[in-house]
């Protein structure tokens, strides 16, 4: 069933420089057991993207256009503005940094605690304490009593992070936004976090969308994958899609950028800046580092179908000829 859907999001944010687009005409829908990673270089718009969903945004950044639902009900539109409706409770997110999750003054028994009187007022306080201790055994503590009662500085990046990831689910949010949730922890902690995520998004049928630097990661985690380059949507579909045959320009120079599966073959840089995207700007963000530009890459493209589930936002789609060469066409 469709958990959550957004269409047409634009946002906009005022600058000393103009008014910026960090996302433009984003759409995503999350069914549940999703679990979408959202790729792309740094500025590309993800970190917007996702706290749009929630209208968790800083003060010279609003969301212009778009609509945005969960479960059906209208959460953001042109007319209604309801995120308080579902912030925390029906979607929780688990930030970079457990520091930015977590209070370093107050022990995690009182954080998750504050998070349940809130956002859960029906339950009793029996209820919330028992909901407590049942998600700090199901993020892997075997001593519950103990981390309860600590501070944040006495757990480990990795603990506090599963710490965070319990206050998140402890309200039983429907889905889950992790932004460069694991990108602070090392290698081994990152997996046990990225394991952790992936089972309690599936034990409760939630939808995760899982933001990332690191392709690696989205591909082995993710059943979707979206790629942003300067605020667009560029593909998406299916992880096997994407990654094993990536079609737009920037999808392929991104995924030659990383050692995928032949850590043989010679990496490429991509060569040129990211545009900065001000009001008014049309066409592909892509178009002046990409080898194939055309004129008609100035325009406003739509994103196309290329096979099912897979969708390119291309000009070159619609040339059999020029997609072809390219690698784009089928
Ligand atoms: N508060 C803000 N004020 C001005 N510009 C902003 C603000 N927030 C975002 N932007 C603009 O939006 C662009 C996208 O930012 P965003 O943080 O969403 O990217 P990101 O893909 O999450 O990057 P990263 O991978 O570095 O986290 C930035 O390059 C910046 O130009
Ligand atoms: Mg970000």
């Known amino acids: 069933m469709v958990l959550f859907s957004v269409r047409d999001l634009s946002v906009e944010a005022y600058t000393a420089a103009g008014t910026v687009m960090p996302v433009r005409r984003f759409d995503l829908t999350l069914n549940e057991g999703d679990i979408v990673g959202v790729i792309g270089e740094s500025g590309s718009g993800k970190t917007t993207a996702v706290r749009s969903m929630i209208g968790l945004l800083e003060r010279n950044v609003h969301i212009v256009d778009g609509d945005i639902r969960f479960r059906g009900d209208t959460i953001r539109s042109n ?170 320009p920037y999808s392929q120079a991104l995924l030659s950028a990383v050692p995928l599966w032949e850590p043989k073959t010679s990496l490429k840089g991509i060569a040129g800046r990211p545009p900065r995207v001000l009001k008014g700007f049309t066409g592909c963000g892509f178009a002046d580092r990409c080898a194939h530009v055309r004129e008609d890459c100035r325009t406003t493209i739509d994103l196309q179908e290329v096979a099912g589930n897979h969708k390119v936002r291309c000009v070159l789609v619609g040339d059999s000829e020029d997609a072809r060469e390219a690698g784009i066409g089928v």
């Not at 990108?183 to 049928?205: G, P, R, Y």
């Not at 990332?212 to 579909?237: F, K």
């Open 79 to 248: 007319e209604a503005n309801r995120f308080d409706t579902v912030r925390g409770r029906s979607i929780g997110m688990v930030f970079q940094s457990p520091q930015r999750s977590l209070n370093p003054v107050r022990t995690i028994a009182s954080q998750i605690g504050e998070v349940l009187t809130v956002l859960r007022p029906d339950m009793t306080r029996d209820e919330r304490q028992d909901r407590m201790r049942h998600v700090m055994s199901s993020v892997g503590f075997s001593d519950v009593e103990r981390v309860l009662r600590s501070y944040p500085h006495a757990l480990s990046g990795g603990m506090c992070q599963r710490a965070a990831i319990a206050a998140a689910i402890a309200p039983e949010p429907s889905i889950l936004i992790a932004d460069e949730a694991t990108s602070a922890l090392d290698v081994t902690t990152q997996a046990e976090v990225v394991t952790l995520l992936k089972h309690v998004t599936l034990e409760s049928d939630r939808a995760l969308v899982f933001v990332t630097h690191d392709i690696l990661l989205a591909a082995e985690l993710c059943s979707r994958i979206v790629v942003m380059y300067a605020g667009e949507i560029v593909e998406e579909g299916l992880t096997e899609q994407v990654v094993n045959r990536p079609r737009h």
